[in-house]
């Protein structure tokens, strides 16, 4: 290896010339100290042979693309191939960080002698972060029609570069459908289709034994899913008979966690709520109990069981107590509520103090990364080490939510656009005077939409919820100003005119009642949210 790496040297290294040089003696042989300046760089590592460099710093949407995207940690570096095309699909470069520098190195030759060089070095800066391009680039899409054995263009034919006339949009078109999404992962993974052999194991007997059991736990050959059994009971409003007890699983799984004299307040607390009020919802009992959300999930199904459809559903309603048969139920009936807004009230969505429970915002996008979070903490490390006996339990985060969860007065705003309420908890007189309104036949009977109420209290109830909001949002912001409207003068026809006029009008008021909120049955995502919880 010594005399391989002699002959690749063809000069003699005797001097080094610096662009920082000290005034200190020169270092014999090929040693020298160097001067680092904190010159901050940036790397690309280009997926690609670099002929041009406008053309490369293109595909990455120039110097202020990639500035805008470091400016941001958790931004990935986004890469078109094809820039001026808009079905090209992109590729993503991950940001990792780095200790390199990018070093400088000129060496002199002499013509008299060639052996004799000088080789002249500097330092340009420190490289603190790298952008790798990982994903794979072989998913792209072209908008081309095969016709006759040959590949037709359609850029022309579907993207618009002028103001086009009627027969540009009526010409014939063959079908272009892009796909939505290439892959749900960019970067290439070893997948191998065997079995977990320890997880068979630990389990008990293998997978293929019972196909109807075991393998239903498994997501994929080598994921297994863990099962969460909260042993909750369902019901609906159709089902003749309802449970009188919890299942016996419920109970094993509550005392498997109730090791906390906080624990064992809190069961005797909620034994206490249901014994008063025999349906809760489940923000009520978030308010009025401090409990983590995990426990609550065990808790629940001991003391009550879960409503599914009908005037009560999304509640819980407590073991053996049938709301059907029960007329003073009525109070206890769910009232999904949602916020109106459109113009005609003066102010748009934007306008809404209310922040949405749901958010198309919140969904990551391939340019972003997820940094890692800690793990959740499970149910059976919430006690802590001091077991069941120890009474100094360490002070821990409240979990109880605030009253305006559940309960709504007059003069206040829901903390989401659309609430979940039990008519009990509408803390207003006119909404109570309404419900507690009865028919020309003291309605007798439970309806599975309006339960014990009169048929159309519900809208209205909701009409007077929205009034009161109103009056409150108008309080805060002032209404939008009235433009004078613009008349169209005609020579001819000025009474045919006026009445095209009061026509448009009456169109832009169906406009606007198309944008109010209609009530519906109501929305299923909060109870199909707590569903999961219990699957």
Avoid at 115 to 144: N, P, R, S, W
Avoid at 222 to 228: K, L, P, V, Y
Avoid at 253 to 277: G, I, P, T
Avoid at 323 to 352: E, V, W
Wanted: aromatic share 8%.
């Amino acid at each position: 290896m010594a005399d391989s790496t002699a002959l690749n040297l063809d000069f003699t290294l005797k001097e080094l010339t610096l662009s920082c040089q000290s005034d200190d003696a020169d270092a014999p042989g090929s040693s020298s100290s160097v001067v680092l300046e904190d010159h901050r760089l940036v790397c690309v590592e280009y997926p690609g042979v670099v002929k041009n460099v406008d053309n490369m710093l293109e595909t990455l949407r120039g110097e202020k693309g990639v500035s805008k995207t470091f400016a941001h940690p958790n931004r990935r570096l986004e890469l078109r191939f094809r820039p001026q095309d808009p079905f090209c699909h992109s590729l993503y470069g991950n940001r990792f960080p780095s200790s390199n520098l990018v070093l400088r190195v000129r060496r002199r030759v002499r013509k008299r002698n060639p052996k004799d060089a000088e080789v002249h070095m500097e330092i340009l800066g420190i490289i603190g972060t790298t952008y790798k391009f990982q994903g794979m680039a072989d998913f792209q899409c072209f908008a081309v029609h095969s016709e006759g054995g040959k590949d037709v263009s359609l850029y022309d034919k579907i993207i618009l570069r002028k103001l086009e006339n009627q027969a540009f949009f009526e010409q014939p078109m063959p079908l272009f459908l892009p796909p939505a999404s290439f892959s749900r992962l960019d970067c290439p993974v070893d997948f191998h289709y065997r079995p977990n052999v320890l997880q068979s194991l630990s389990k008990g007997p293998p997978i293929t034994s019972t196909p109807s059991s075991s393998s239903s736990n498994f997501i994929v050959a080598n994921r297994h899913r863990t099962i969460r059994r909260h042993n909750a009971i369902f019901v609906s409003f159709a089902d003749a008979t309802l449970p009188t007890e919890c299942l016996e699983a419920a109970r094993l799984n509550w005392l498997r966690v109730c090791v906390k004299d906080n624990d064992k307040k809190a069961e005797e607390q909620m034994k206490k709520m249901f014994e008063s009020r025999p349906i809760w919802s489940r923000n009520a009992v978030k308010a009025n109990l401090n409990i983590h959300p995990d426990k609550l999930k065990l808790l629940l199904p001991v003391f009550a069981y879960y409503m599914v459809t009908g005037p009560w559903r999304s509640l819980w309603v407590r073991m053996g107590y049938d709301p059907r048969k029960s007329p003073d139920s009525k109070k206890y009936q769910m009232l999904d509520f949602r916020i109106r807004c459109s113009t005609k009230h003066g102010y748009s969505l934007s306008d809404i103090p209310v922040k949405a429970k749901r958010s198309a915002l919140t969904y990551n996008l391939p340019i972003t990364v997820n940094k890692m979070v800690p793990h959740v903490a499970s149910v059976m490390e919430l006690p802590g080490q001091e077991g069941a006996g120890s009474s100094r339990d360490p002070v821990s985060k409240p979990h109880q939510l605030k009253e305006s969860s559940y309960i709504f007065r007059e003069g206040m705003l829901p903390p989401h656009r659309q609430m979940f309420y039990q008519l009990c908890d509408l803390d207003v007189e006119s909404v109570q005077q309404e419900v507690a309104k009865m028919g020309d036949d003291e309605q007798q009977v439970c309806d599975e939409k309006d339960g014990w109420c009169v048929i159309g209290t519900t809208d209205k109830l909701r009409d007077i919820i929205s009034s009161m909001i109103k009056t409150v949002i108008r309080a805060q912001n002032p209404p939008l100003p009235d433009f004078p409207k613009k008349h169209r003068r005609l020579c001819l026809n000025s009474g045919r005119e006026e009445e095209e006029q009061d026509d448009e009008d009456k169109d832009e008021e169906d406009e606007y009642e198309g944008d109010e909120f209609q009530p519906s049955e109501g929305s299923e995502n909060e109870m199909e949210t707590e569903i999961l919880d219990y699957l």
